[in-house]
């Protein structure tokens, strides 16, 4: 479980951001991008869950994907050097290999779509 004992930086804003390596890089850069992405999908699952009580093998796959994203977020912000001096949290092939048979359990159950659904 992480701890955080403080949720301000003091670095000031002056357009960058850090990686989990103290790294800066621009906030508009991809990497920020996509692990912000991450955040966004997985706080939509999170009021998803808010209606899957009559679910829990549903909000348990839920809950799953979003433990999934926040590990992804953390493999995106730490960049891939051999000197960070820590064991970097990475997603691993067991999990997409998880998410990938889950959508398909899923899918099996669904009629076969012939259009696009929109969002």
């Known amino acids: 479980m992480v701890k955080l004992t403080k949720i301000y930086t ?3 804003d002056k357009g960058t ?12 850069d991809v990497r ?11 706080s939509v699952l999170g009021i998803v869950r808010l209606h899957t009580n009559d679910w829990p093998a549903l909000d348990a796959l839920l809950g799953r994907i979003q433990n999934d994203l926040f590990d992804l977020g953390a493999d995106l912000a730490t960049p891939d050097k ?14 997409v290999e998880r998410l ?3 959508i398909d359990d899923l ?3 669904l009629a076969p779509l012939d259009s696009f659904v929109l969002p």
């Open 32 to 42: 920020i991008e996509a692990y912000g992405t991450c955040d966004e999908a997985n």
């Open 82 to 95: 051999p000197d960070l001096g820590w064991e970097p949290l990475r997603i691993t092939e067991g999990q």
């Open 17 to 28: 951001t850090a990686l989990a390596s103290g790294e800066r890089v621009a906030k508009h």
């Open 107 to 109: 899918n099996a159950e």
């Open 100 to 102: 990938e048979s889950e």
């Open 10 to 12: 003091r670095t000031g």
